[in-house]
């Protein structure tokens, strides 16, 4: 158990809808970051998270959003869902005061889109 | 952007074995190096870090080493086990900041 939780999961929705994912980091970490991953593109990251403050962008879509609340968990909003978008999606956080960026990862959430 | 290139085909090796994984990069030479351990419909578990001034690392029966002027990284199981199966991901630090960039793994299959 890395410490890391997230919530739900498995969702099932369909084409055009909205889900949230949820995450709460290891306690005492304050950065989160999101990652996707599906069979023929692997894990890429997505958003990251630094008490509360947006840090770093990777190859995230206009559709997706996330935000850090003061409790420091995380929540990874996905609209206008396409099939494509059907992956497992993972949230990290990262060792607090690490220079190395170690990086302990949740359980996942896996989404279907129909 | 950095590139890393992984072992596309699963390696399958018997008990007992040494299991070597390699890891190539392109471009920029990263300070450190992650190995991470995925199994399947699980999130990666962190193994083992790497510095740029390292040339080995061990810990328990994994060793791994580094070698930047080849650009490269090989991840090695010794006495593996079939408990040992699974995806094994490297990742290195973007050029700017504090993101990861992962391979896309190497699946290891262990027989007994």
């Known amino acids: 158990d890395s410490g890391v939780t997230q919530t739900p999961k498995h969702l099932i929705t369909a084409t055009g809808q909205r889900v949230t994912l949820r995450c709460s980091p290891r306690s005492g970490d304050l950065s989160v970051y999101w990652y996707q991953q599906s069979l023929d593109q692997g894990l890429q990251f997505l958003i990251q998270y630094y008490n509360g403050e947006e840090r770093a962008k990777g190859n995230i879509l206009e559709r997706f959003s996330a935000q850090q609340f003061p409790d420091l968990h995380s929540e990874l909003n996905l609209s206008s869902l396409e099939l494509g978008d059907s992956a497992l999606y993972f949230c990290?956080?990262?060792?607090?005061?690490?220079?190395?960026?170690?990086?302990?990862f949740g359980p996942g959430t896996r989404l279907t889109v129909l | 952007s950095q590139k890393i290139e992984q072992n596309s085909e699963a390696l399958n090796i018997q008990e007992g074995k040494t299991a070597t994984l390699t890891c190539n990069y392109t471009n920029y030479s990263p300070a450190y190096l992650q190995w991470y351990r995925q199994d399947p419909g699980r999130g990666p578990v962190f193994l083992l870090l790497?510095?740029?001034?390292?040339k080995e690392k061990r810990k328990e029966r994994l060793k791994v080493t580094f070698d930047t002027t080849l650009k490269q990284s090989l991840f090695h199981i010794t006495a593996s086990q079939p408990a040992d199966s699974a995806t094994y991901l490297c990742a290195l630090p973007m050029e700017y900041g504090n993101k990861l960039v992962f391979g896309a793994g190497t699946i290891l299959r262990v027989k007994s």
């Open positions: 790497i510095r740029e001034n390292e």
């Open positions: 990290a956080s990262r060792a607090a005061g690490s220079s190395y960026n170690e990086q302990f």
